[in-house]
């Protein structure tokens, strides 16, 4: 094999390597919390983030409405979450963070930060590495503004 099949196979290594290490960090940080699940973790930070409705919810965590409705149900039954009615609209609802439901948010993120942070001080360039996570988010969030641009626009 030439040079160029050799780095061809390096590269799909690592790029193998960095799936199955993401899929690795996934899990590291859903045990960061035994009292809230990466699931609902993803729920709490969206509406954090500023997302009011369920429906922005589900496009910002790319889940179908019935996900994200059994979600919100359950965060607002552990008080949470909860629902506020929308003036503009009867059938809607804006969804808030309780007090409960910002402390445990803050407390899980505060966990998974001191996760992200051991990992780093075990790599050549841990800064390096947050950085990267942090293109890697806006890049997440790109990918999904050009599809629900696309699906708005008829396409797949």
Request: glycine residues 8%; neutral net charge.
């Amino acid at each position: 094999m030439d040079a160029t099949g050799d780095r061809g196979q390096d590269e799909h290594t690592q790029r193998v390597e960095a799936v199955r290490a993401l899929a690795r960090a996934s899990r590291m940080l859903e045990r960061s919390s035994p009292e809230l699940s990466l699931a609902h973790y993803r729920v709490l930070a969206a509406v954090a983030s500023g997302d009011e409705r369920a429906s922005g919810v589900a496009r910002r965590l790319a889940v179908g409405k019935p996900t994200i409705s059994a979600a919100v149900d359950a965060l607002c039954q552990r008080g949470l979450l909860e629902r506020l009615d929308v003036a503009a609209d009867q059938r809607a609802a804006a969804l808030r963070l309780t007090a409960g439901g910002e402390h445990l948010l803050a407390r899980v993120e505060a966990e998974m930060i001191r996760r992200i942070d051991d990992l780093c001080a075990r790599t050549p360039d841990g800064a390096r590495l947050v950085q990267s996570l942090v293109w890697l988010g806006a890049a997440i969030d790109e990918t999904r503004a050009e599809r629900t641009a696309g699906e708005r626009e008829g396409g797949p």
